[in-house]
């Protein structure tokens, strides 16, 4: 009796082998889900974080709003961010004489350094994607871009000033994505 | 006979030739098979559908430096893989591709392929020996011990069907079955046909009983140390033995060249070619079996079944031949 | 075989030639790894074998030691983060919760109730994946090449629904002192729920192509039995405990957050094998479609980040905390103790990892090597949160 039963178990136990090549049989039939790259492109990238970039202003796009205070330089747990700041311009002869009055007479005088910064280095080699610093800025000059398909031959080309990077944006947003629409998506 | 000779030259030459063409193929079948079962799309750049990829793999494997480990037998090692190539051109030799289309005209076809298969295991032995490597030498007793054990249920089961048919010699085999599926010998054999193509995946090495070539666990085994050529013509002769051993189901189990419309040898190309689609199925599917239990399944269930499978054919044939005298 | 009679010594390095001063003679000293076909990472177990079976087997830790605990001595609470996120690449959001709540609980900051279901929708997410990881692993170390694909497949739903709230695919950094960085918007709520019956759809397939193959049965039944007692030896936590029969997680024991709320079991197995910890970690990944569910329609409106949230110039007031949260592995400790400076003083990662791979060397003492990779595989170790 126990030999018959033995016996059942395995003819059952085999019927498990023939399941298992049926699941593979289905999906040797089924549609591939590989996206081929770079004749199709993905379509999940609108949430992506790419690269840091600078924020226009409203007046002007393609200088930011960023008012140097150096709180992401501070906050960044990489030290990938150095914000230079502007120096302030030399100062015309009447002005020079308009300082000096309010001086003598005690009064404040207005800092005319302009507050965007002169380059704000930016290394993506370093850069750990975490956001600390788009949160903590109190201009909110800073996002994630969202170019994935950033390459470069040399560390050095992940070494970046996003000030010079937004002030070429115009000239950018008009050079080719990859060439296809996005095609499957990844929820087909 | 400067006849014979002749034939059995051109049939060497259009053997080397077509195991070569049957390397690049299923290499190709087996990587999209095995994209396709994992739905991705396999090699699909070079050449159209990926075609001449196999083309650049072996472009590859011969450009490489042929070098050896420090310490290896040189003769040794340089032998392994020749060993393993060579014979598999001579156990194509017997096979009838159609009516009268064999190379060799040899009434022990049978016993001809049964015994240089067995060539095989030396191969993986020197192989795995002659590397200096504690990887390949544990590789290498792995398969030896796998191959010894699986060649007798697979002797067995193919002597139920000469049992069947008579003779040793392929031509008679395939003569003797019939040109629809009822007539073939699966019918009279199932039980052989199913123990022929267990033992025929431990032979050829081939998954779920791939051990000697467990790369999660031994870094490949016996071909550790192979590079370049080396290991292209372990890989060729890995198929090329596949090939042999569906040609041998094809011929005695499935009727051989037999079939209802097309000639002789489309339909024994057919064939073979379905049962290497299932050997490949099989190695996209199961995982590998350890390898106690793969020497349990072989002395525990395979061998017993086969023994009682001969013994019963034996006495039903005998049956049938009192019952014909009488 | 293991000592070359010119050179007096065994040839390798420091490891080697201390294990092999009490190896038996005439056995054979390998190392797997650490550069390995199996993917845990750069784990080197150095095994001495007699023929096929295991005498001995010692892990060596340390190839990808990256020095986090020190990271964190020179780094403040909020710029941290990032590095919790990369200590465990399979389930980063417990080890980020891990640490979060620990500094929470120092500094006595309360968690708004949307960000609280936000981060357990997410660290179940993650869960999933990370249980998806380790099965496709597994069969990828006993033979089975299909089955990674199938899973990487799956998981990458799980992975663009992760991507719209958090922007990583799979190093998140995703909460911040006092909630999460972001809310999960009603794009991401419907994803969830869509993803839901699929992944339910999809079970049934793992189960017909993997769990009832008998070639993987053989393979993992009656494999590395652990021990009751062996467990709490050696402090081994999460599916390796509940494989043998230990009914214990943390969110039960020592719940945290939203999970009281909640409900769900805890999958246990009286079989104390290999496969006992295969069925817990598949149930497991239906207990957390289940808590998904439940926390997605029981999410409250509301902030996802306290009011007053620390600024990057605020200092961890002084004093010490310990929170544990229950990751895919076990159980994640983080011990923050803080002198009120700048930085915090010392953070201590308790990894469950480490503990559960300690029972490696007891457990595959008198296996065949084959086993040993199995019971590697079965323990779900990822490298890098055991050497931190």
């Given at each position: 009796m126990n030999v018959i039963k033995e016996a059942c178990k395995t003819v059952s136990d085999l019927w498990s082998l023939m399941v298992g090549l049926k699941v593979t049989g289905k999906y040797f039939l089924e549609p591939q889900r590989t996206v081929r790259y770079p004749w199709k492109a993905v379509?999940?990238?609108?949430?992506y974080k790419g690269h840091l970039e600078l924020v226009g202003g409203m007046k002007d796009p393609f200088k930011p709003r960023c008012i140097s205070c150096g709180m992401c330089a501070l906050a960044c747990p990489s030290n990938c961010l150095t914000v230079v700041k502007k120096k302030a311009p030399k100062p015309t002869p009447e002005e020079e004489k308009a300082l000096a009055e309010a001086k003598a007479t005690g009064e404040k005088t207005k800092d005319k350094t302009p507050k965007d910064p002169e380059q704000f280095l930016y290394d993506y080699t370093l850069c750990s994607l975490c956001g600390t610093c788009m949160e903590n800025c109190p201009a909110g000059a800073l996002r994630f871009s969202k170019n994935v398909y950033m390459a470069g031959?040399?560390?050095?080309?992940?070494?970046?000033d996003l000030v010079l990077k937004l002030r070429e944006s115009d000239a950018r947003a008009t050079k080719a994505e990859p060439a296809a629409p996005a095609a499957e998506t990844s929820e087909a | 006979m400067p006849a014979e000779l002749i034939r059995i030259l051109i049939g060497l030459v259009a053997v080397a030739l077509s195991v070569g063409l049957i390397g690049l193929v299923m290499v190709w079948v087996e990587r999209k098979v095995a994209g396709h079962v994992q739905r991705r799309p396999g090699p699909y750049e070079v050449g159209p559908y990926g075609l001449l990829q196999p083309l650049a793999d072996a472009l590859k494997l011969v450009g490489k430096q042929l070098f050896m480990p420090d310490n290896a037998d040189p003769i040794l090692f340089w032998l392994a893989p020749v060993l393993s190539f060579l014979p598999v051109l001579l156990l194509f030799l017997p096979l009838p591709l159609g009516d009268g289309l064999y190379t060799l005209d040899i009434n022990l076809g049978l016993l001809l392929i049964l015994a240089f298969s067995g060539l095989a295991v030396l191969s993986l032995l020197l192989g795995g020996w002659a590397s200096n490597n504690k990887y390949g030498l544990l590789g290498a007793a792995r398969a030896v011990a796998q191959s010894v054990a699986y060649e007798i249920p697979l002797l067995l089961s193919v002597l139920a069907v000469a049992f069947v048919s008579g003779s040793l010699d392929l031509a008679t085999v395939v003569k003797e079955q019939g040109t629809w599926p009822w007539n073939w010998n699966i019918m009279t054999q199932p039980l052989a046909f199913l123990i022929y193509i267990v033992s025929a995946l431990g032979e050829t090495n081939r998954a779920p009983f791939d051990l000697p070539e467990a790369e999660s666990e031994l870094t490949a085994g016996f071909h550790t140390e192979y590079s370049g050529m080396g290991f292209g013509l372990f890989f060729l002769a890995e198929y090329a033995n596949m090939v042999v051993v569906c040609s041998v189901a094809t011929v005695l189990f499935?009727?051989?060249?037999?079939?209802?419309?097309?000639p002789g040898p489309v339909w024994f190309v057919l064939k073979v070619s379905l049962l290497m689609l299932l050997l490949v199925f099989f190695r996209w599917t199961y995982p590998r079996v350890r390898f106690d239990q793969l020497l349990n399944i072989n002395w525990k269930w395979l061998m017993p079944l086969a023994v009682a499978n001969l013994m019963l054919t034996a006495f039903f044939v005998k049956l049938a031949q009192f019952a014909v005298v009488k | 075989m293991t000592r070359y009679a010119d050179m007096g010594q065994v040839a390798g390095d420091f490891y080697t030639e201390n294990f092999a001063q009490t190896a038996q003679e005439g056995s054979l000293i390998l190392n797997l790894g650490p550069q390995h076909p199996s993917t845990h990472g750069v784990l080197r177990v150095i095994v001495e074998l007699d023929g096929e079976y295991v005498l001995r087997a010692d892990p060596v830790l340390?190839?990808?030691?990256?020095m986090h605990e020190k990271m964190a001595e020179v780094k403040t609470a909020a710029q941290f983060i990032p590095n919790m996120g990369r200590v465990d690449y399979g389930h980063a959001l417990a080890w980020n919760w891990a640490f979060v709540g620990a500094v929470e609980k120092l500094a006595g900051i309360e968690v708004p109730e949307r960000a609280e279901y936000a981060r357990t929708i997410t660290c179940e997410l993650n869960r999933i994946a990370s249980h998806l990881l380790w099965w496709g692993a597994y069969l990828l170390d006993l033979g089975a090449f299909t089955p990674i694909m199938y899973a990487f497949d799956d998981r990458e739903k799980i992975l663009d629904i992760l991507q719209v709230p958090t922007g990583s695919r799979l190093t998140y950094s995703y909460f911040r002192i006092g909630g999460v960085a972001q809310d999960l918007n009603e794009d991401c709520l419907s994803r969830i729920r869509a993803f839901i019956p699929w992944m339910r759809s999809r079970l049934p397939m793992y189960k017909d192509l993997v769990s009832d193959n008998i070639i993987l049965r053989k393979r993992i039944e009656g494999v590395g039995v652990i021990e009751p007692d062996q467990c709490r030896r050696y402090g081994a936590t999460g599916p390796v405990a509940r494989g043998s029969g230990?009914?214990?997680?943390v969110r039960r024991a020592e719940p945290y957050s939203v999970y009281p709320k909640l409900d769900f079991e805890i999958p246990t197995s009286m079989l104390m094998d290999a496969r006992g910890r295969y069925d817990v970690r598949m149930i497991e990944i239906e207990q957390s479609l289940r808590i998904i569910e439940q926390c997605v329609e029981q999410m409250p409106e509301g902030d996802t980040l306290v009011k007053g949230a620390p600024k990057p110039s605020w200092k961890v007031p002084k004093g010490e905390a310990y929170f544990a949260v229950e990751g895919g592995r076990g159980k994640i400790g983080v011990h923050v103790v803080s002198d009120g400076g700048k930085n915090i003083y010392r953070t201590k990662l308790r990894a469950p990892g480490f503990s559960n791979l300690s029972l490696f060397a007891e457990v595959s003492r008198g296996t065949i090597l084959a086993d040993a990779v199995a019971i590697l595989g079965s323990l779900d170790l990822i490298i890098p949160e055991i050497d931190r």
């Open positions: 379509s999940n990238l609108d949430t031959y040399s560390r050095n080309d992940f070494q970046f | 499935l009727g051989g060249w037999h079939g209802p419309v097309l | 340390g190839y990808l030691h990256r230990i009914n214990f997680d």
